[in-house]
């Protein structure tokens, strides 16, 4: 079984429709975090937990919200989908043992594309 | 502002040739990443390069870094054809991760 996972793998919307991406994991780990990727863009870091009490914004967290609901799960929801925010969505998780923004353990993705 | 910039970002070549993939950023950062991308699949971590001069090596793969000229390099050595793919190095401040866009390698058989 995966590590990291995700749901949905892939989600067609409509703009203005909420959503929510799933993720869980099995490997321990106190750190999650979520990213956008675009084509050409590399990854861009959305938001970030370092454990349930501890939500910290990224570098592009505008129209973005998360909830941490256990050490293991962490959500992301897009209140009012419009179009830009079609892209492939990573969760990843990170060890605490070390330092901030250890090595990474990413997730499938998921795919979403908002009409 | 962290801005990490990959060169080149897409890159053609024969099997068994060498060639080297650049990171260049613009802060202080001791620590920087490679990862690996396959086409349509998550990132898988390459290297962890935490110093001055750090250098790491697996297979054909190698990592280096040189805190000093902000630059990391990911050296590929006799390129075979299941190195095909994209490659990221995302760099670590105190409160920031950024990635680069990515180098596209394309290795021919």
């Known amino acids: 079984d995966a590590d990291v996972t995700q749901t949905p793998r892939n989600r067609i919307t409509k703009t203005g429709k909420r959503i929510m991406l799933e993720c869980s994991q099995t490997?321990?780990?106190?750190?999650m975090y979520w990213y956008r990727q675009d084509p050409g863009l590399g990854l861009r870091l959305i938001y970030y937990?370092?454990?349930?009490?501890?939500?910290n914004k990224g570098e592009i967290s505008d129209g973005y919200s998360v909830s941490r609901q256990a050490q293991a799960k962490f959500s992301l929801s897009l209140e009012s989908a419009i179009p830009n925010q079609t892209a492939l969505y990573f969760c990843?998780?990170?060890?605490?043992?070390?330092?901030?923004?250890?090595?990474?353990?990413f997730g499938p993705g998921t795919r979403l594309t908002v009409l | 502002e962290l801005k990490v910039e990959q060169n080149p970002l897409f890159l053609s070549m024969q099997e068994g040739k060498n060639y080297t993939i650049y990171c260049n950023y613009s802060t202080t950062s001791d620590r920087l990443y490679w990862y690996r991308q396959d086409p349509g699949k998550s990132l898988e971590s390459l290297f962890v390069?935490?110093?001055?001069?750090a250098v790491k090596q697996e297979g054909r793969l190698m990592a280096s870094l040189d805190t000093k000229a902000r630059l990391s390099t990911l050296h590929i050595t006799a390129a075979v054809h299941d190195l095909s793919a994209t490659y990221f190095c995302?760099?670590?401040?105190?409160?920031?991760?950024?990635f680069g866009k990515g180098t596209r390698l394309h290795i021919l058989p």
């Open positions: 990843a998780t990170s060890d605490e043992d070390r330092w901030v923004f250890d090595e990474q353990f």
């Open positions: 937990s370092f454990d349930v009490k501890d939500i």
């Open positions: 390069l935490l110093s001055n001069g």
């Open positions: 995302a760099v670590v401040t105190d409160d920031k991760i950024i």
């Open positions: 490997k321990g780990h106190d750190r």
